[in-house]
Structures are given as C-alpha cells and as structure tokens.
C-alpha cells in the first residue's frame, strides 16, 4: 500500500480530517491533501509525528513490505511477458498472482501488469466468449489500481475501466468511472517543459519531447476522425464518413507516419459499409505495410524518438511481424464485426496464410 494510501485510509480509520492533520503538523491542508494524492511527500521530519498520530509504526507508513522499485516492476513485466509469449494468457495470470500474494496493494505493479495483460489479449485474437474471463480479470485488476494507485494510476485506470464497460454496454459504469477522469487544461506541462528546455539552450531535450506530443497529438486525432466516421455511417452520410478515412490518410502522408496506419481508418469505414471488396483490397496493403515496418529513423519529425532496433536480429523481426500478422488476422476472423468477410474467397485465402 502507498504511502499516500497509508495516510489516506488511517485519517479515515481515526475520523480525522485533513484539517486536523495539518494542524498537528503544523503544515497547510493543501499540503497534506497532496500527501494523500500522492503528488507530494511528508517531509522527513515530520514523519515520526505523523506515525505517532496515525497510529501505525514507520515500517507501515514506508510500506516497506509492500512496495517494489521501479526497475523491480519493470523486470516482472518482462518476465510476465515472457511467461505469456511461451506459454499463454494462463500461465501470465497466474504468474502475477503468485506476485501479487507478496505485494498485494503495489498499484504500479498491479496497473502495468494490467496493461501489458490488455495488450496480451488483443492480440490473442480469441473468440469474444472465450475473451470474458481474462477481460472480467483485468476490469478486477484496473479496480484495484483505482483504489489504491496514486492520482496518474487512479485516472489511468479508470479510463481504461470506462472503455471496457462501453464495450459490455454498461454505459452507467462507462459514465462512473469516467467521471473520475478530469477534464484537459487548457495548459500542457510537456510543452510547457519544451519551451524552458528551449530558453536553455537544450534543443536536443525540446525536440525530443516535441516529437512525441506530435506523436500523441496525431494518435487523438486519428481517434476523433474514426469516431466521427462511424457516427456518420449511422447517419447515412456516406460522404462525411468518406472525407473522414481521407482526411486521416493525407495527415498520415503528411506527418511521414507508417503506411498501415493511413490506411486504418479507409479499412474501418469499408467495414462499417460493409464494403467486401474495398475492405479486402485496403487489408492487402495493411498487411504489406506490417511487413514493411514503419522505419522511424528515416522521418524528419520523429527521428529522435526512434527506439534502438540495432540489437534486434532479423529473427526476431520476422517473429514479431508473424504475431503481429497472425493476431489481427485472428482477430478479424472472431470478431462479429468483420462476419460478413467470411464467405469472401479472398479474405479466407489471406487469413488461411497468416492463422
């Protein structure tokens, strides 16, 4: 259990307020609610006092029984990975169990393993009523996260909990947790951090951070434009959802982005018009475009943020775009959504290669 956690739950358990906190402590009520928030610290003086009013002894108020460190998480993360790659979604959920049993309130760890579990199962590509019980698993784990993460973790989670109701069509839960989720400010810590790199004199940190806000920017873009499509399908307004899907493909040709990413949304609008033929043409280049994997070095606005591919093998390239390939493949020939391709000669033909 946090730290912040710790002094949350047992003012509670006490019925104190943070008003009485501070004065005891002789600090602000803004400071102690930002203890509680987890986006600040007690000061190390103040923490022997604190326990004392809080009842509990330094070793709980540290957790030190509880937390992990950042690189812990990380190397259980790959570790968990790993497990899941050589031997599925089961051996994964019961790796981070047996983990969880010695940390049972380490929101980070329950948070990115949740994550990394999320993205393990979309890719599975496995049939909607096979998917329940891992997904009904990972809503249990974004939960926990809510109740006992810090302010980054708790609104992270709960974005992700709103998605995943909308999914089931529990809009009442999707509406809940997505009240827990704040609205933007109209300021951007990012930009704002890229600017005084930049009054510094240290362009190679601002571009940096620049280019993956474009990155980001561009992704939320991406997203409305997909949305509007489909709301303009309902509509009947072929010609809005049309000039959607090409918008986005002009943006992605613009900005230098991948291949099969300017070609997703003309893809998703086929789809929903339930065009065979245009869908199953525009899935021919995505698939192409997957093995021709978008080479972030050699774009002019993305090229400091490209990850370093030089000690990967071409082995391991060529396995990656296989899963890759094989796990929407597999996804489109489960998901309702994509049925009326399944009498379609070519579609099967592809999808008989690559499954």
């Not at 998480?73 to 790796?95: N, R, V």
């Not at 590509?125 to 249990?140: C, H, L, R, V």
Request: aromatic fraction near 8%.
């Amino acid at each position: 259990m946090p730290i912040n956690t710790i002094i949350r739950e047992k003012r509670k358990e006490l019925g104190l307020t943070q008003e009485r906190i501070a004065e005891y402590l002789g600090v602000s009520t803004p400071a102690v609610n930002k203890w509680e928030k987890g986006s600040s610290y007690p000061d190390v003086t103040l923490l022997p006092p604190l326990a004392r009013l809080l009842q509990v002894d330094m070793n709980t108020l540290f957790c030190f029984h509880e937390e992990l460190s950042e690189q812990e998480i990380e190397s259980f993360c790959k570790e968990l990975s790993q497990a899941i790659s050589e031997s599925g979604l089961d051996a994964g959920f019961t790796l981070l169990h047996e983990k969880l049993r010695a940390y049972p309130r380490c929101a980070p760890l329950v948070h990115k393993s949740a994550l990394l579990l999320d993205g393990a199962l979309i890719m599975a590509g496995m049939p909607a009523d096979e998917k329940g019980q891992y997904t009904d698993q990972i809503m249990e784990l974004y939960h926990r996260a809510v109740e006992d993460g810090d302010e980054k973790i708790r609104i992270s989670s709960a974005f992700m909990l709103s998605s995943k109701y909308e999914l089931r069509g529990d809009y009442q839960k999707a509406h809940e947790m997505l009240e827990l989720v704040p609205e933007r400010l109209g300021i951007d810590k990012k930009q704002q951090e890229a600017s005084i790199y930049m009054k510094e004199g240290k362009m190679d940190d601002a571009v940096r951070i620049l280019e993956h806000l474009l990155q980001m920017r561009l992704s939320e873009i991406m997203i409305i434009l997909m949305y509007l499509g489909e709301c303009a399908v309902k509509k009947d307004d072929h010609e809005m959802a049309g000039y959607a899907a090409k918008a986005w493909e002009k943006t992605a040709e613009t900005f230098g982005l991948w291949e099969y990413s300017s070609q997703v949304l003309k893809f998703h609008t086929a789809v929903l018009l339930k065009d065979e033929e245009r869908a199953v043409s525009l899935l021919k280049r995505m698939l192409f475009a997957i093995r021709t994997p978008w080479d972030m070095k050699s774009t002019v606005l993305f090229r400091d943020i490209a990850p370093d591919i030089s000690g990967i093998d071409a082995s391991q390239k060529q396995n990656s775009e296989k899963k890759l390939l094989s796990g929407l493949m597999s996804e489109m020939k489960n998901n309702p959504m994509y049925d009326f391709l399944q009498t379609n000669e070519e579609f099967l033909r592809i999808a008989k290669r690559f499954l």
